[in-house]
């Protein structure tokens, strides 16, 4: 193993040095919850009969002592996920496995989970950012009633399980592990997926066709295969090491799954303080962690989602990190996945390839992961370069792969796809973003052209249905999509119709203030455009016929005469509040008020810690 790369431990030290004071205030808060021992042990005896007076004779007797440690079970199970509907079985599993390791488990809420695989380009997919808080309050409200000593997190996709990781970080003296379910099995290829995608696009194959092309793809349970956030989220736990070892890409429905089920409930007995091994989430997730977790993303390629959840999760922990934390570490940290939409293959061909377990391995060896850290197995991530087996029925542990398996999708970081991992901000005139270049051939990364501006993605493919982009270079300017304008929603259905005047011959761009995830695809995007256009932000200001230039290669986002851009009125507007109702999303105008900025996480909560918090602790 090198020592840590030069970078890696610049950005370590100086995000430190910056989360010193807010870091040590959540510590402290964590420390006093931690010194007071197991909460139920505090409770009234109305209290505690409550929470035990549903419970079979067995559990009474544990749950009126201190000595079994009581696990709380929070889970985002629902049908209509596929991703989410294993979960429906796991709570007896969970806690059948607790009481054999000598524990006892509850269900303690549930949290909402939608899915923005449905909901993209619907009314519904405005509450998909928002609905990380309101999962994150929720956890809280689940873990608020202090009859537990450690909590397993059942969840997946998308906002799901940034939203658990939030809440529970605000129980930082609680034992937690996260409980995946696993990908579906392989389905229809991902190219073919897109191809199928692009030509309903261009109108040459009807719904019919487009239909059995997505059903074939997306055909069981099981997270989807290709690598957007869910699975984003799935790498990122096991790297922070909220997940049992080489337990993200294991499919549903096997032994395997089920032992390892079984494990993450002995596991969490095992780190509490009654199971000897101690191990609060405020002590896994520090600013190591958090470092590691942002490498692991640019080394896959993950999904551009996180550069808002990682900021959100780290401030949670009273870690302060930023866009620019993250745009040097993709300076230094090579590109070594190629997981559909960066590439053909997908998650279950990664996993085959050598999956995580490898790539923690050769991250390690090149000095770009923090080997010591805490995990929920331990001290040391060196533990995750395991691989979990059955050997006659019993789940073990063994070393995983020293190379990788297939080349073509997961490569050592002395031989990579790219010196770089493919993420970089970008200043300018017109705010600053960030843009995911992974999947974006260099010839596509640097485009000056003509803007066309939309206040909503529904315009800008009504123009490209009438054939008014064709023949032209242009940037697309979709503004009035950040999280104060309307809940920032992602706009995966630009990405075939660029895609198809690409495929032309025409020089395209995308800016906007919304959000692509990993769906920006092959076309250049910068996204995440701070000031918003809803707070007075530069592109509210934007005409059609503006130069626009953006440069993926030199970190540009600039506009011709931009020094006389703020002398402008703005040109249009984010929907009112009379626009911004039905399917609930009336019920969201609080968070449309006081959402945070993309750069600070599109949160509703604060940034930083309360200055009376930071009070509290003395500077050391």
Same mark, same amino acid.
């Given at each position: ?110 949290? $909402? ?48 399980? $940034? ?177 559909? $939409? ?58 995983? $792969? ?219």
């Amino acid at each position: 193993m090198n020592p840590t790369h030069p970078a890696v431990a610049d950005v370590t030290a100086r995000l430190t040095r910056r989360s010193r004071q807010t870091r040590a205030a959540y510590l402290a808060r964590t420390q006093v919850a931690a010194e007071s021992g197991p909460a139920r042990g505090r409770l009234a005896c109305a209290n505690l009969a409550h929470g035990f007076a549903a419970s079979d004779a067995p559990a009474k007797a544990a749950l009126r002592g201190r000595t079994k440690p009581n696990l709380a079970i929070v889970t985002s199970y629902n049908d209509m996920l596929s991703a989410h509907q294993p979960f429906g079985e796991y709570p007896p599993v969970l806690k059948r496995a607790a009481v054999r390791a000598g524990g006892i488990a509850q269900v303690a809420g549930a949290v $909402p989970a939608m899915c923005d695989g449905i909901t993209q380009g619907r009314d519904g997919m405005e509450l998909s950012l928002y609905s990380r808080d309101v999962i994150a309050m929720s956890t809280a409200i689940a873990l608020s009633h202090d009859m537990f000593d450690g909590a397993l997190l059942l969840g997946v996709c998308d906002k799901i399980v $940034p939203g658990l990781l939030i809440g529970a970080l605000s129980f930082g003296h609680l034992p937690t592990v996260f409980v995946p379910a696993g990908p579906m099995a392989s389905g229809l290829p991902n190219g073919e997926k897109a191809r199928i995608r692009q030509l309903y696009a261009e109108g040459k194959v009807g719904r019919d066709e487009l239909l059995e092309a997505e059903a074939a793809s997306y055909h069981s349970r099981g997270t989807c295969t290709f690598y957007g956030t869910a699975n984003s989220n799935q790498l990122l736990m096991e790297v922070l090491g909220l997940h049992l070892p080489g337990s993200s890409f294991v499919n549903p429905d096997t032994p395997l799954r089920e032992a390892l089920t079984d494990a993450a409930a002995a596991r969490a007995v095992a780190i509490t303080r009654q199971g000897g091994e101690p191990t609060p989430i405020a002590e896994v997730v520090d600013e190591k962690a958090v470092v590691n977790a942002c490498v692991a993303l640019l080394a896959s390629g993950g999904s551009t989602n996180h550069t808002l959840h990682l900021v959100a999760i780290a401030r949670a922990a009273g870690i302060q990190l930023t866009w620019q934390d993250l745009s040097d570490l993709s300076a230094v940290v090579p590109l070594l996945c190629r997981i559909y $939409p960066n590439g053909p293959a997908d998650v279950n061909h990664f996993h085959a390839a050598g999956g995580i377990a490898f790539l923690v391995h050769t991250l390690l060896r090149a000095g770009l992961l923090h080997e010591d850290v805490t995990t929920v197995m331990g001290r040391g991530l060196s533990t995750y370069t395991r691989e979990p087996v059955l050997r006659g029925g019993v789940l073990t542990w063994e070393e995983g $792969p020293k190379q990788s398996l297939d080349l073509d999708v997961l490569r050592p970081a002395d031989a990579p796809f790219a010196p770089d991992g493919g993420l970089k901000v970008l200043g300018g005139p017109l705010g600053t973003a960030v843009v995911k270049t992974s999947a974006v051939r260099p010839e596509h990364r640097v485009v000056t052209a003509p803007a066309l501006v939309f206040d909503g993605q529904a315009d800008f493919l009504a123009a490209f249905s009438e054939g008014r982009l064709d023949g032209r270079d242009l940037v697309a300017v979709i503004r009035y999509q950040g999280p104060a304008a309307n809940g920032m929603p992602e706009l995966h259905k630009l990405t075939p119709a660029l895609g198809v005047l690409q495929d032309r011959g025409q020089r395209v761009a995308i800016v906007t203030d919304g959000r692509m995830s990993g769906a920006s695809g092959k076309v250049t995007a910068a996204i995440h455009v701070t000031p918003e256009a809803a707070l007075g932000g530069p592109l509210s200001r934007l005409r059609d016929g503006d130069v626009i230039t953006v440069d993926a290669d030199a970190g540009v986002l600039d506009v011709a005469g931009g020094d006389a851009l703020h002398e402008r009125e703005a040109t249009g507007r984010p929907p009112s509040a009379e626009e911004f109702v039905g399917t609930g999303r009336e019920l969201f105008a609080a968070f449309r008020a006081t959402v945070g900025p993309a750069d600070q996480g599109a949160s509703i909560f604060p940034s930083h810690l309360s200055t009376e918090e930071v009070a509290l602790v003395q500077p050391v």
